[in-house]
């Protein structure tokens, strides 16, 4: 055995791995992405001012050279706080697609698995959420909780669990009929190993996808609420509340360097992760490897 | 056929009762008792008592949510504090506004994006394809109110082709159909607004459904019958492609509904979205509530006549 | 007026895939004879589809495309005609029906507006005779209710029932060419044999040729006049039905034959083919069958035989058959 | 006196349907309806029938993969369930008896996981059993794929990059690693070339002999049946009609099912003249089977009884059990 050549197979996930990499749009989107992540953990080494240095005497200052993207309406310098959004903003995408995620998964596989009447319980709970309009109850909610940024992820994270809950089920009722499930079981293996070892590796592209879209849902839904004033409080601050700032008039009209650039780099946040989901989407389609 | 149909509307009673749970949750959450402001301050704290007694203030749960919910069906949504109004003609008066807005860029966008989003599908990898699709990633990508501002900056101020904000020209006196114009030409931003978003998500759909369609065994019989490729389109495979895009239109409802409530604050539209987002700045709990329970049951509806039309454009279900 | 209905000459298609060109079809050449039933026969991508769709001008777009060769059709160059051209010889001249029952029909229209459909194409007819005339050919498939079955959804029938249908819808304008591919590979043996009595009694009626695809050798001799054995996008022997079965000259005709269990007795040893087809971006030198063939001489690891017409009608690509009379 | 290794007696699997508008059940789909047969030790038995007639189910239901209806089965002088007598076995038994049954299923191309490689899929069982050690798994994965005819190196590579047959042989390995007595192949050779059937076929004909295993052989395909199977069992609507050893099964059908069934294979040769005899319609559904024997509807012989009175299996003749009112 020690002197044969092994030949080593190439995985699903290598396979994955060489879709995603020939994807230009998503490539594009992990390299915009890998440095927004960068320019957000580096924050205070490369941002040239204090995030919160007021400059009175510079109050809406337009760009400069030496204040690249100019001065708010405190006299804060607009790229420092673009920068120190991103971590804001991109946190809250994380944390909230992890509270989704792992509600999702969990009630999915539950209702996808067990069936009955857990899964009609269940699937009514989805129902009953599914049907809230999901940007209205979010500001329903956190008009009622208040702002801040916990806040806002649990908003986000437990607004964002039932399409997942959908999703994972509907895997999970296919896979169940699958004959390397049944195969399993004829080599007498137990349901707890059957679960770990063959449906959720095999559910975890659909998640995966999910989950990447989900932070750019929660990255919007910051945006949304702290442009509404119901999320991220002044003075930290995110890509949504410095675009509220455009909720006065003559800034809107005006003084467009303290909010467009805000939002166009939720825009080009959102969609390079779009790219990088819809790129994952198409590399992990179950559909090449059989 | 029939029993399809009754076994959907059976199944939005369960989802209407815990709507009406969620929603009474929130009530209670609310922070401060809603009748606080409407009792004479003079009152003693006696007469307080008494009289929060007297309208049940201090019942348990369950009779709270029991009377609450019979006065809900009967329209007795409770009692606006800053409208001085009840809370349902409130809500109807905004929620006509919000109708209007979201019905026209829905049209709007099924209009634009079933077509775009068919040929996109039958010229796939070409140079309109590719543009499509990109487009149709920063709709999806782009933060409505973020492109609701930009529109006004540079459409409406810059080059001042819209008004800006509003339903009418206020002091102008127009009436008759000069009022409509003036309304239609309010309602044009907002609606490219949100049709824009819509058309994206759309386009997307029907591209991915078309695609998904063509590659068919029937479109092959379809062709080997000698149809022309225009008619292959167009009747074969748009006829089954559109089967899940009519669900997606009928289910869009609600998200075009909360894109409305970011488009309407941003536009000063009086519709819902406003309605929910200044009651929230006073603190006026009711009507937020009672937005949201409206809401759900208005997608509640679109959802079952999505079910309807489901069962309408594809035989294979009222056989079943 | 030429005897040959079908003439295919040297055609090549090929597929663009991420890995280059790939020739599906390697120069095939075959001729289908007026009122004959031709089969052509293989294992899964050998090419046989390839074959049916390149004839009726339907490769999957944009990947496959006709690379070289002559389709002659009662003397029409197919390969030349355009597009409207070949739309009126689709399902008029020519007409196909397929492996899939349960899919080959559009779930959302009724049966009888789907074969109505064919008949405004290619016919002029009054909106009463067409109705008529369909229920007519729906009876002539033999489906018993052929009035209800007219304003029934594909989902109604069975899976035979739905083939009885798609030929209905084939045979509705009389073509002079019928290409049925597996039509009976996805059902039971009871219903399969429904199906083929009912397509060769059509054809002694209706005086059609037909080109039938399948993987089944007994299908073949159920069917057919002469049959044509495909191996890698390359015919490999061509004579009657007979033949084939009697005294079949190719390695791989013979391991085919030997292959079948019906006719072997029971503890008998099966006598395989041994390996497995080569992928087509993976063809071996010289003759592609070379590395399973059990009759493999040096020349065939280098040099690809031609067809040739080693007896009268029998027509084989080996060189066991060239040099030496055999 | 011969040993049988599985006897199945009265096994039933119903299938609710539900229905209606709170999707209360309407009935049952009776997929194998009241099945009796006896399989013997070291031989191949065959269940052949149309698609629908329930020989896979009974497949699946003998091993227990599927909750049984009624019925009982014994294995190897076990009893794995007797639902009558609330008998069925505990996991630890339920455990043992996974290493003595296996199954190789239809479609290769999902049999298999496709997020594992071949060592992974034919340990998996011995590390579930404890048969070998994690560092054994590699050497007698080699050993099974080569028993197998599959080259050993392969071992790391996954299922896609296999052919249709070479994954049916890594099917088998797998089955084979838990050195089972009964294997049952539910249409194994079904979806594969038919050069490709032959050496599938002769693989396992050959494993039979060095392993002394017993087979349960599902098919709708009655050649391969004829060529491999010992003894054979016709189904037509999740009921048996027809039983008896190969040989006189093929030389001498009895149930006018049997016949139809043999007269619609196709011609071995084009000379052969055949005496046809074409069944009218399709099999009726399973979920509303007609009254009394169900292959009435169709059979060219139904006699009156035949509409009401279910017939019984009777011995014809040493071997030969068949059930219609005809005998």
């Given at each position: 055995m020690s002197l044969m050549t092994v030949e080593s197979g190439l995985s699903p996930w290598k396979i994955a791995t060489a879709k995603l990499k020939r994807n230009k749009l998503a490539m594009f989107g992990l390299f915009v992405i890998s440095i927004l992540v960068a320019l957000a953990i580096l924050a205070p080494v490369i941002t040239?001012?204090?995030?919160?240095?007021?400059?009175?005497?510079?109050?809406?200052?337009?760009?400069?050279?030496?204040h690249k993207l100019g001065m708010d309406?405190?006299?804060?310098?607009v790229l420092t706080r673009l920068i120190y959004g991103a971590r804001i903003s991109i946190s809250v995408g994380i944390v909230s697609t992890i509270i989704a995620v792992v509600i999702g998964v969990i009630l999915g596989a539950v209702a996808g698995y067990s069936g009955s009447i857990v899964d009609s319980i269940i699937m009514r709970i989805v129902d009953v959420f599914m049907c809230f309009p999901f940007f209205l109850i979010a500001i329903v909610i956190a008009g009622i909780l208040g702002p801040s940024i916990i806040n806002l992820m649990l908003i986000s994270g437990l607004l964002n669990w039932p399409s997942l809950t959908r999703i994972v089920r509907a895997e999970v009722l296919s896979l169940k009929h699958c004959e390397y499930i049944e195969a399993a079981k004829a080599l007498g293996l137990n349901a707890r190993k059957i679960i770990f070892k063959h449906i959720i590796p095999n559910t975890l592209a659909p998640i995966i996808v999910y989950a990447t879209l989900g932070i750019a849902r929660g990255i919007l839904i910051e945006a949304g609420l702290s442009f509404l004033g119901l999320g991220v409080e002044q003075p930290v601050p995110s890509w949504g509340n410095m675009l509220?700032?455009?909720?006065n008039f003559t800034t809107l009209t005006t003084y467009w360097w303290v909010w467009i650039p805000p939002g166009f780099m939720v825009l080009v946040t959102v969609l390079s992760i779009n790219f990088l989901g819809d790129g994952l989407r198409d590399a992990l389609d179950p559909k090449i490897i059989q | 056929m029939r029993k399809y149909l009754i076994r959907r509307i059976l199944i939005i009673i369960p989802v209407l009762f815990g709507v009406s749970i969620v929603i009474f949750a929130l009530i209670h959450l609310?922070?401060?008792?809603?009748y606080s402001s409407m009792i004479?301050?003079?009152?003693?704290a006696e007469d307080r008592r008494n009289l929060l007694e007297a309208i049940g203030y201090y019942d348990p749960l369950p009779v709270k949510y029991v009377k609450w919910l019979g006065r809900a069906i009967q329209g007795d949504l409770g009692y606006s504090i800053?409208?001085?109004?009840p809370v349902l003609s409130v809500i109807l008066r905004n929620f006509k506004n919000t109708v209007v807005l979201s019905l026209t860029a829905l049209a709007l966008s099924v209009l634009m994006a079933v077509p775009i989003g068919v040929i996109s599908a039958t010229r796939k990898n070409t140079i309109f394809d590719y543009v499509v699709t990109v487009f149709s990633f920063i709709g999806i990508s782009v933060p409505i109110f973020f492109l609701a501002m930009l529109l006004i900056k540079?459409?409406?101020?810059?080059?001042?082709?819209?008004?800006?904000?509003?339903m009418q020209t206020i002091g102008s006196g127009y009436s008759g159909f000069m009022k409509f114009l003036d309304f239609v030409h309010h309602l044009m931003l907002p609606v490219i607004a949100l049709a824009l978003v819509q058309m994206a998500q759309l386009m997307r759909y029907t591209r991915s459904s078309m695609l998904e369609v063509i590659m068919q065994d029937y479109i092959r019989t379809a062709r080997a019958k000698g149809l022309k490729e225009r008619l292959v389109i167009y009747k074969h495979a748009l006829r089954n492609a559109l089967i899940p895009v009519v669900t997606v239109i009928c289910i869009s409802i609600g998200y075009l509904m909360s894109g409305a409530v970011l488009t309407e604050t941003v536009f000063v539209w009086p519709g819902m979205g406003t309605l929910v987002y200044q009651s929230i700045l006073n603190r006026d709990y009711p009507v937020v509530v009672s937005c949201a329970l409206v809401m759900a049951f208005f997608i509640l509806i679109a959802n079952l006549i999505a079910d309807i039309l489901y069962a309408f454009i594809d035989p294979r279900i009222k056989y079943e | 007026m030429p005897e040959a209905l079908l003439e295919i000459q040297d055609l090549v298609t090929s597929f663009k895939t991420t890995s280059g060109l790939q020739?599906?079809?390697?120069?095939i050449n075959l001729s289908l004879r007026r009122g004959e039933i031709l089969g052509l026969v293989g294992e899964s991508g050998c090419g046989k589809s390839i074959t049916s769709l390149s004839i009726m001008r339907l490769?999957?777009?944009?990947?496959?495309?006709?690379e070289n060769g002559k389709i002659l059709f009662n003397d029409k160059e197919l390969t030349d005609l355009s597009i409207p051209e070949m739309e009126s010889i689709r399902g008029n001249e020519i007409s196909m029906i397929f492996q899939e029952p349960m899919t080959a029909?559009?779930?959302?229209?009724?049966i009888g507006n789907q074969i109505e459909e064919v008949l405004d194409i290619h016919q002029d007819l009054k909106k009463r005779d067409k109705k008529e005339k369909c229920i007519e050919m729906l009876k002539l498939v033999g489906l018993p209710r052929a009035k209800d079955v007219y304003n029934?959804?594909?989902?109604?029938?069975?899976g035979g029932m739905r083939q009885r249908v798609m030929i209905a819808m084939a045979l509705s304008c009389e073509p002079r060419l019928l290409i049925a591919d597996?039509?009976?590979?996805?059902?039971d043996v009871t219903v399969q044999i429904q199906i083929l009595e009912l397509m060769k009694s059509l054809q002694k009626d209706m005086n059609t040729s037909i080109l039938l695809i399948t993987h089944d050798l007994g299908v073949i001799a159920e069917m057919c006049d002469r049959v044509a054995v495909m191996y890698l996008g390359k015919i490999v022997e061509e004579t009657t039905t007979v033949n084939i079965f009697d005294?079949?000259?190719h390695p791989y005709s013979q391991g085919l034959l030997n292959s079948r269990l019906g006719n072997i007795q029971k503890g008998e040893k099966l006598i395989c083919i041994p390996g497995m087809v080569p992928t087509l971006s993976d063809k071996p030198q010289g003759c592609f069958f070379s590395p399973r063939c059990?009759?493999?001489?040096?020349?065939c690891k280098t040099d690809m035989p031609e067809l040739n017409?080693?007896?009268?009608g029998h027509k084989v690509r080996c060189w066991l058959y060239v040099d030496e009379d055999y | 006196m011969t040993e049988y290794i599985l006897e199945a007696n009265n096994l039933k699997k119903y299938f609710p349907i539900f229905g209606g508008v709170f999707s209360r059940?309407?009935?049952?789909?009776?997929?194998?309806?009241?099945v009796t047969f006896k399989i013997r030790k070291g031989e191949t038995f065959g269940l052949v029938g149309e698609s629908g007639c329930g020989k896979s189910t009974t497949g699946r239901t003998i091993l227990n993969l599927l909750k049984p209806t009624g019925g009982s089965v014994t294995f190897n002088g076990k009893v794995i369930f007797d639902v009558e007598n609330k008998h069925t076995l505990n996991k630890k038994e339920t455990r043992a008896l996974r290493r003595n049954m296996q199954i190789i299923f239809q479609d290769p191309g999902s049999c298999?996981?496709?997020?594992?490689?071949v060592a992974s899929l034919i340990g998996e069982g011995l590390l579930e059993h404890g048969l070998a050690k994690k560092r054994e798994i590699m050497d007698k994965a080699v050993e099974l794929l080569e028993l197998c005819?599959?080259?050993?190196?392969?071992?790391?590579?996954?299922?896609?990059?296999?052919s249709g047959g070479q994954r049916q042989r890594i099917a088998i390995a797998r089955a084979l690693a838990l050195a089972p007595k009964f294997i049952v192949g539910?249409?194994?050779?079904?979806?594969?070339?038919v050069s490709i059937q032959a050496q599938v076929l002769t693989l396992m004909q050959e494993l039979k002999e060095k392993l002394g295993l017993t087979y349960m052989f599902i098919s709708h395909d009655l050649g391969v049946v004829k060529y491999f199977c010992d003894s054979t069992c016709v189904m037509y609507l999740g009921s048996i009609v027809e039983q008896a050893s190969s040989e006189r099964l093929f030389s001498n059908p009895l149930h006018p099912y049997t016949k139809c069934l043999l007269a619609a294979?196709?011609?071995?040769?084009?000379?052969e003249t055949k005496e046809r005899i074409i069944l009218s319609g399709d099999v009726p559904s399973p979920a509303d089977p007609p009254k009394g024997c169900k292959f009435h509807t169709r059979?060219?012989?139904?006699?009156?009884?035949c509409k009401d009175t279910v017939p019984l299996m009777k011995e014809?003749?040493?071997d030969h059990h068949v059930c219609c009112h005809l005998y």
């Open positions: 040239p001012y204090e995030r919160d240095r007021i400059d009175m005497f510079k109050i809406y200052e337009s760009p400069t050279s030496e309406e405190m006299g804060r310098d509220s700032a455009a909720q | 609310a922070p401060g008792d809603p004479d301050p003079n009152f003693t800053t409208y001085k109004e540079f459409l409406s101020f810059d080059l001042g082709l819209f008004p800006i904000s509003g | 020739r599906v079809l390697d120069g490769l999957p777009q944009p990947y496959g495309f006709i029909l559009n779930p959302v229209f009724t029934e959804y594909p989902h109604q029938l069975s597996e039509p009976t590979t996805a059902l005294n079949p000259l059990s009759k493999c001489i040096d020349r017409e080693v007896k009268p | 059940v309407e009935g049952y789909v009776k997929a194998v309806d009241d298999l996981d496709p997020r594992m490689n005819g599959l080259r050993g190196e392969c071992v790391h590579r996954y299922p896609h990059e296999f539910d249409e194994p050779i079904a979806a594969l070339d294979i196709p011609k071995s040769n084009p000379r059979c060219p012989q139904a006699k009156d009884i014809i003749a040493t």
